[in-house]
Every structure is written in structure tokens, then in C-alpha cells.
């Protein structure tokens, strides 16, 4: 468990006659809790941050960041989950920026390690009070790797069959788009010296 203080200055002086001088003081609270025991593990954390503007523009900003990560690992599989949420406010304006963001991440070893299965992903939404901005991205990756000992006389060669998707969509705008990519690869260690 920690807490911490922080507080952050920036200035500048002998700006061109158009460009405002920087005048900010940041402060930021901090809380994390970790747990470990074993193959289990989890991590939370909270913070606070004021950004106060004393220049002429007095662009003022509110940030509360939430973080959450259980997980658990042991010798042949590992789940690593995480969720996070941003709020931004906007203090002049009195807009509020949401951010959610999901991850997940999957890892296991088969055949005394020489297969390693993996699958992740990451899915966030961004939204702002004043209904400007409504969008969500969502990326993921699937990958199977199969390692040789010995394949065409390369030196612990690798063979990797690996699928990523990315989808993005703007409500505001009923815009959408997405990628589908499908690889394979082929790596080896090459053993050099000079």
C-alpha cells in the first residue's frame, strides 16, 4: 500500500510578444493497494489531479484516474484482466471527459512449452457530457507459436500463426471502420560473433 503527493510547477519567461507566457501548478493524489499470494495477484490504485492555469487563458483541468488489474500466473497459464476509467473536466468549459478501457490478456503452454497459446484484446469507450464525442475501439490478437528445436538447419526456429482485429466506431458521426490481419511467422535465434 502507498500514498503520495505530488506537486508540479511549470514557467517560462522572455516569450515572443504573441505567445502567453506558461504559468501552471499541478498537484496530484495517489493511492495504491497491491496483492500477491502465490499465483494470485491484484492491483488497485485511484489518483486525483488538479491542473490550475494561472495564465491568461486559465485552461483549469480536473483528471480522476480509477485502476483495477486481478490476475493470476503460474508455470503454464496466465490471466491478466484490467479494467480502467479517466474523467477529465474540463473547468472553464464544465465538460466532462469519460474514458473506459477493458484488457485482457491469456497466455498458455502446451507440449513441455514448445506451444504457446495467447489471446488479448483491449476494448475502450470515450464519451463527454455534452454529447460531442461517442466513440468505442476495440483490438484483439490471437497467436499460436510452435517452437522446433532444430527446422531446416536454423538454431530454435519458431513458427507463429497470429490474428489481429481492430474496430472503431464514432456514434456522433455513424461512422465505422475495421482490420482483419492474418500472419504467419517464422523467427530463429542466428548465433553470430565478431
Known amino acids: 500500500m502507498s ?17 502567453d507566457e506558461t504559468a501552471v501548478d499541478i498537484d496530484t493524489t495517489m493511492l495504491r493497494l497491491g496483492y500477491q499470494d502465490g499465483p494470485w495477484m491484484g492491483d488497485i490504485s485511484a489518483s486525483f489531479s488538479l ?8 485552461f483549469d483541468n480536473e483528471l480522476t484516474t480509477l485502476f483495477f488489474s ?3 500466473s503460474n508455470e503454464r497459464f496466465t490471466i491478466m484482466p484490467s479494467w480502467s476509467y479517466n474523467s ?18 491469456l497466455q498458455s503452454l502446451f507440449f513441455s512449452e514448445q506451444l504457446i497459446c495467447e489471446l488479448g484484446g483491449t476494448y475502450d469507450t ?21 517452437r522446433f528445436q532444430e527446422l531446416w538447419g536454423l ?14 466506431k464514432d456514434v456522433i458521426a455513424d461512422t465505422s471502420r475495421g482490420e482483419e490481419i ?7 535465434t542466428l548465433p553470430y560473433s565478431y
Open 155 to 168: 538454431l530454435f526456429p519458431a513458427l507463429a500463426l497470429e490474428y489481429t482485429q481492430e474496430f472503431q
Open 70 to 72: 486481478p490476475g493470476y
Open 182 to 188: 492474418v500472419t504467419l511467422i517464422l523467427s530463429s
Open 51 to 58: 491542473e490550475n492555469d494561472r495564465g491568461n487563458d486559465d
Open 88 to 105: 477529465s473536466l474540463d473547468v472553464q468549459s464544465s465538460v466532462r471527459t469519460n474514458t473506459h478501457t477493458l484488457t485482457l490478456d
Open 126 to 146: 470515450s464519451t463527454t457530457d455534452d454529447d460531442t464525442m461517442d466513440s468505442n475501439t476495440s483490438q484483439g490478437y490471437a497467436r499460436a507459436t510452435y
Open 3 to 19: 500514498i503520495s503527493y505530488e506537486r508540479g510547477n511549470q514557467r517560462s519567461a522572455d516569450e515572443p510578444l504573441e505567445v
